[in-house]
């Protein structure tokens, strides 16, 4: 009876006992999520792996502008420090008038599409006389110099005036030859043997290193020699027998030949401009047969005047003149020239 009376009792205590074991039983969820909030903190094992793999991950993203920076080549490419007084040394410009200059986000693709150098080209007349000025150079005739890019537009050079000079012709290597090695280093970048960052060391560090390997090259750079002209450097493939520069007439005998069978190209006119002359000069034997043909950038067989027969003057010279015409695509074309028992092909950029 006594149980009977107890029984509802006992059951409402349980009841209440039951309570706090719940209340515990819902906390670890509450627990939990604040564990799962926390987690990174928390998990201090794995998470040094996790901010590792995310800092390797993070540079990365900002590498590309660190290698932008760094993949300026060895000449540094800053503005010009000096603006007057400039001197140019030999066949290489005033370092402090022109340093060089390029336009860092060019690419190989860029540079290898036809018309790209007409494309960026943009020196005004203003600019010109300012660069002579600079130089010391008043009224220079025609042909005389040339306001050239130290690191040629077709190699991703700027049309900044730290990046001009006026070039000479002569005395040679000059600007004629600087273009034979900017079609050079171009064509190495195009052809893939050169990065585009090589290619413009190159020809800021001195281009007439570069102008000595080609096989055209007539001779080497002038390093002041005040030696008779029968005394001057020969050609490293003919010492002390054959004289690199075309003798005044003094000489009766064929000493003018560059070899005793060939010819050298002593100029070729690239690139070009469409409606220009194009000139080609060279040197073989005296009284040797010479003769010249220009394929278009289109593969055409060019029959303009000037490209003729010729027969080489008492001084081994042979050379043309003739005219690009005006609807020429602006591409590469082939210059092929024949004289005293050999033929060499040049390659022609037309603009």
Excluded at 222 to 238: D, G, H, I, K, R
Excluded at 241 to 262: D, F, H, I, L, M
Aim: charge should be negative; include cysteine.
């Amino acid at each position: 009876m006594k149980l009977r009376k107890l029984l509802p009792f006992l059951l409402a205590v349980a009841l209440i006992a039951c309570v706090p074991n719940q209340a515990p039983t819902a906390n670890p969820p509450v627990i939990q999520h604040t564990t799962d909030t926390a987690a990174p903190p928390t998990n201090t094992s794995p998470s040094p792996t996790n901010t590792a793999e995310r800092a390797t991950n993070a540079p990365p993203t900002g590498t590309p502008t660190a290698l932008v920076v760094s993949t300026i080549p060895g000449p540094t490419w800053v503005h010009q420090t000096k603006t007057s007084g400039c001197a140019a040394s030999g066949a290489l410009p005033d370092p402090a008038c022109t340093p060089g200059d390029i336009l860092p986000d060019v690419t190989k693709d860029q540079v290898c599409t036809p018309g790209y150098s007409s494309s960026v080209r943009n020196v005004p007349a203003s600019e010109k006389d300012q660069v002579y000025g600079e130089y010391g150079i008043v009224s220079p005739a025609s042909g005389q110099y040339e306001v050239d890019h130290f690191v040629s537009l077709e190699l991703g050079g700027s049309n900044d005036i730290s990046n001009l000079w006026p070039e000479a012709a002569d005395p040679k290597p000059g600007f004629h030859e600087k273009d034979q090695v900017e079609n050079y280093l171009h064509d190495q970048v195009c052809y893939g043997t050169m990065t585009l960052t090589q290619a413009q060391e190159e020809i800021a560090t001195n281009w007439l290193a570069v102008y000595e390997t080609l096989p055209g090259a007539i001779n080497p750079p002038q390093q002041s020699t005040p030696a008779p002209s029968n005394t001057q450097a020969a050609l490293p493939t003919q010492p002390q027998v054959v004289p690199t520069q075309v003798p005044q007439s003094t000489a009766p005998q064929p000493q003018p030949t560059a070899a005793a069978s060939g010819f050298t190209l002593n100029q070729l006119t690239s690139p070009v401009a469409r409606g220009g002359n194009a000139s080609a000069r060279i040197q073989t034997a005296a009284g040797a047969a010479c003769s010249i043909g220009y394929v278009t950038p289109s593969g055409n067989q060019s029959t303009a005047q000037g490209l003729v027969s010729e027969t080489a003057n008492g001084n081994g010279v042979c050379a043309w003149t003739w005219k690009i015409g005006p609807s020429t695509k602006q591409r590469t074309g082939t210059v092929t020239i024949t004289a005293n028992g050999a033929t060499q092909s040049f390659p022609i950029v037309v603009e």
